[in-house]
């Protein structure tokens, strides 16, 4: 009798102390000065206005990102002359809020984009890819983009790209803070292979498949109310407890 309370007091001492995944994921932002967790979106967009000074959007961006209080954000703006890959790592409060921001953008007329569509997002990623945020207009000129027309699946194109900012990335965090600026100025000249084709973004923004969000879809699931109805519901009379429970 006294080995089995033993042995239980030594189960419960474990169970005290035993390490959760949830342990080592707080342990790793503590040690890494992290608030919150952070993830990695990749999304796309089309400029309302293709004449527009693309380096004002850029700027102007930039000021939005320096208001926000709370977790930093790093990443990189390419914007293209009819359109805009934004790859972006922050809290999942400020994902959102980027969302919110281009929604209110497409439905506006005033607006800088008049559609958008979200590639990827990657939840609590280890590590950030970009040291900073950062913007780039490329002088990249590409006639008949509506001819454009893959040799691939759309979820494969959308993994290309996404393989692409990836390489594109790693290239820059490699890059010494003082070349940093030379090596974003020089990006077609230098690593044109991990910038994605213009046509290509023009074409995901046109196709309706099921491996893109929508922004309307992705709000929609964070900010409409979560009411499901299950099939318990609809039986009369109600269902009683069949076995006896303490």
Same mark, same amino acid.
């Given at each position: 009798?006294?080995?089995?309370?033993?042995?239980?007091?030594?189960?419960?001492?474990?169970?005290?102390?035993?390490?959760?995944?949830?342990?080592?994921?707080?342990?790793?932002?503590?040690?890494?000065?992290?608030?919150?967790?952070?993830?990695?979106?990749?999304?796309?967009?089309?400029?309302?206005?293709?004449?527009?000074?693309?380096?004002?959007?850029?700027?102007?961006?930039?000021?939005?990102?320096?208001?926000?209080?709370?977790?930093?954000?790093?990443?990189?703006?390419?914007?293209?002359?009819?359109?805009?890959?934004h790859i972006v790592e922050t809290s999942s409060e400020f994902l959102l809020e980027?969302?919110?921001?281009?929604?209110?953008?497409?439905?506006?007329?005033?607006?800088?984009?008049?559609?958008?569509?979200?590639?990827?997002?990657?939840?609590?990623?280890?590590?950030?890819?970009?040291?900073?945020?950062?913007?780039?207009?490329?002088?990249?000129?590409?006639?008949?983009?509506? *001819?454009?027309?893959?040799?691939?699946?759309? #979820?494969?194109?959308?993994?290309?790209? &996404? +393989?692409?900012? @990836?390489? /594109?990335?790693?290239?820059?965090?490699?890059?010494?803070?003082?070349?940093?600026?030379?090596?974003?100025?020089?990006?077609?000249?230098?690593?044109?292979?991990?910038?994605?084709?213009?046509? *290509?973004?023009?074409?995901?923004?046109?196709? #309706?498949?099921?491996?893109?969000?929508? &922004? +309307?879809?992705? @709000?929609? /699931?964070?900010?409409?109310?979560?009411d499901v109805q299950s099939d318990t519901d609809l039986v009369w009379p109600l269902?009683?407890?069949?076995?006896?429970?303490?």
């Open positions: 009798m006294a080995s089995e309370i033993e042995e239980q007091e030594d189960d419960s001492f474990y169970d005290i102390h035993r390490t959760s995944l949830l342990d080592v994921i707080e342990d790793k932002n503590r040690a890494a000065n992290r608030k919150s967790l952070i993830h990695r979106m990749v999304i796309v967009s089309k400029l309302r206005d293709p004449d527009a000074d693309r380096k004002q959007i850029g700027i102007k961006y930039e000021e939005k990102l320096k208001n926000l209080q709370g977790e930093g954000v790093t990443g990189l703006m390419l914007i293209y002359m009819k359109h805009v890959v980027t969302i919110k921001d281009l929604y209110n953008s497409e439905v506006n007329e005033r607006g800088f984009v008049s559609s958008s569509k979200i590639l990827n997002i990657t939840h609590n990623i280890s590590d950030r890819l970009f040291n900073q945020w950062n913007f780039r207009a490329l002088e990249i000129q590409v006639h008949r983009l509506e *001819a454009y027309e893959p040799s691939e699946s759309t #979820d494969r194109l959308v993994i290309d790209i &996404l +393989s692409q900012l @990836l390489k /594109l990335g790693s290239y820059l965090s490699k890059q010494p803070k003082q070349s940093l600026k030379n090596a974003l100025d020089s990006l077609h000249e230098r690593v044109p292979d991990m910038l994605p084709f213009e046509a *290509a973004v023009h074409y995901l923004l046109e196709e #309706d498949d099921v491996c893109m969000y929508d &922004l +309307s879809e992705y @709000l929609d /699931l964070y900010q409409k109310p979560f269902p009683v407890r069949l076995f006896p429970y303490n």
